[in-house]
């Protein structure tokens, strides 16, 4: 998915929104997360991906073969991945990548471009994870962070996603979904 492409030109620049997208497949979920980033690096963001706890360099080697060059971001200092701890409570979740921001933002950045490890398609881990959404919102709407919290859906009906996009409309500005000419965004608040 062309996310790079469904968001609007000021996102970065003026709006920092948290967003979530819907990828209908885990092998989507690169290509999407490299689109997201090199747009992030075009911006002035320092880009921060949070993988699961073993997967950094497979996410690496993913995000490579979708096009982003990987090795000078993080060569520049602009692209970091880690591996935070999974079995956490959503309060440490957010609170921990404060700090990241406010030294990017010293270190010259416009915005910190953060993203994660997709949750689903199982329909309990969605639910479980929409805490961990809403304290990463408490913890980062209004400042400058743009967000893209993934989500691996099996139905992208029309049924399905409007469900969806109501589940995660009250804490995130936007969700970005698959649409007949590619990615688009439905913003939300």
């Given at each position: 998915m062309d996310v790079a492409g469904a968001l609007d030109g000021d996102v970065g620049a003026?709006?920092?929104?948290?967003?979530?997208?819907?990828?209908?497949?885990a092998a989507r979920v690169l290509p999407a997360l490299a689109s997201f980033y090199g747009?992030?690096?075009r911006r002035n963001g320092l880009l921060f991906h949070r993988a699961l706890p073993g997967h950094g360099e497979r996410d690496r080697?993913?995000?490579?073969?979708?096009?982003?060059?990987?090795?000078?971001?993080?060569?520049?200092?602009?692209?970091?991945?880690?591996e935070p701890p999974y079995d956490?409570?959503?309060?440490?979740?957010?609170r921990p990548w404060v700090p990241v921001l406010e030294d990017a933002l010293e270190r010259g950045f416009d915005a910190v471009w953060?993203?994660?490890?997709?949750?689903?398609?199982?329909?309990?881990?969605?639910?479980?994870?929409?805490?961990?959404?809403?304290a990463w919102d408490d913890a980062f709407h209004g400042r400058p962070a743009v967000s893209l919290c993934v989500y691996i859906v099996d139905d992208v009906?029309?049924?399905a996603l409007a469900r969806r996009v109501?589940?995660?409309?009250?804490?995130?500005d936007g969700v970005v979904v698959p649409g007949p000419g590619g990615a688009e965004v439905i913003r939300t608040r």
């Open positions: 003026g709006w920092c929104p948290h967003l979530a997208i819907l990828v209908p497949s747009l992030g690096a080697a993913g995000l490579s073969a979708a096009g982003l060059d990987v090795p000078a971001l993080e060569g520049d200092g602009r692209l970091v991945v880690t956490t409570d959503p309060e440490r979740w957010a953060f993203s994660r490890f997709p949750i689903g398609p199982d329909e309990a881990q969605l639910e479980a994870a929409l805490a961990f959404d809403r009906g029309d049924r109501a589940s995660l409309a009250p804490f995130h």
